[in-house]
T-cell receptor, first 116, second 114 residues
Framework: DSGVTQTPKHLITATGQRVTLRCSPRSGDLSVYWYQQSLDQGLQFLIQYYNGEERAKGNILERFSAQQFPDLHSELNLSSLELGDSALYFC???????????????FGPGTRLTVL | KNQVEQSPQSLIILEGKNCTLQCNYTVSPFSNLRWYKQDTGRGPVSLTIMTFSENTKSNGRYTATLDADTKQSSLHITASQLSDSASYICVVAVRGGGSYIPTFGRGTSLIVHP
């Protein structure tokens, strides 16, 4: 158990809908990262937050947004869902921010999103 | 374009045997390189991390090497166990805009047979 929790575990929805994925980092970790893992693309970095502020951006679509709250939990919002958005979405946390990429990241169990 | 290529795509070995997984990258500017182990349906777990100046890093039966000149890394698994069956992912962090962006390889799927 990494100490990172994600909810829900599974999510099934229809095209065009909007969903919110939630992540609670390990106690004391200030950074939260979001990743998407699909069968044809592998793992892809979406976005990083550090202590409530966006710190780095990867291949995140404009239909997707995220935020980190004062209690450090984070939410990933996916809107206007398409079939291709079906994937495993992982959250990871680490103690440091962008200046400490050496820090180990601890991954949560993931949320499996299925768009029908 | 920054890329991380892993080989082989999949590998089947017998329990107790050794194996080596390869990772070639073209990302720049290089910050660090990590190897992760990912069991099916679970989140990746970090095995090793190396910076530019490190050639070798060990974690139990796992030994990673890095040649920053040729931009190649390898992960050697010694005396494999059934529990080593998993996907092994190479990740290279690229520095950009004051932040570090990870670029992932597609992974090598390892199956260890009894």
């Amino acid at each position: 158990d990494s100490g990172v929790t994600q909810t829900p575990k599974h999510l099934i929805t229809a095209t065009g809908q909007r969903v919110t994925l939630r992540c609670s980092p390990r106690s004391g970790d200030l950074s939260v990262y979001w990743y998407q893992q699909s069968l044809d693309q592998g793992l892809q970095f979406l976005i990083q937050y550090y202590n409530g502020e966006e710190r780095a951006k990867g291949n995140i679509l404009e239909r997707f947004s995220a935020q980190q709250f004062p209690d450090l939990h984070s939410e990933l919002n996916l809107s206007s869902l398409e079939l291709g958005d079906s994937a495993l979405y992982f959250c990871a946390s680490s103690p440091g921010g962008a200046g400490s990429s050496y820090n180990e990241q601890f991954f949560g169990p993931g949320t499996r999103l299925t768009v029908l | 374009k920054n890329q991380v290529e892993q080989s082989p795509q999949s590998l089947i070995i017998l329990e107790g045997k050794n194996c080596t997984l390869q990772c070639n990258y073209t990302v720049s500017p290089f910050s660090n390189l990590r190897w992760y182990k990912q069991d099916t349906g679970r989140g990746p777990v970090s095995l090793t991390i190396m910076t530019f100046s490190e050639n070798t890093k060990s974690n139990g039966r796992y030994t990673a090497t890095l040649d920053a000149d040729t931009k190649q890394s390898s992960l050697h698994i010694t005396a494999s166990q059934l529990s080593d069956s998993a996907s092994y992912i190479c990740v290279v962090a690229v520095r950009g805009g004051g932040s570090y962006i990870p670029t992932f390889g597609r992974g090598t799927s390892l199956i260890v047979h009894p």
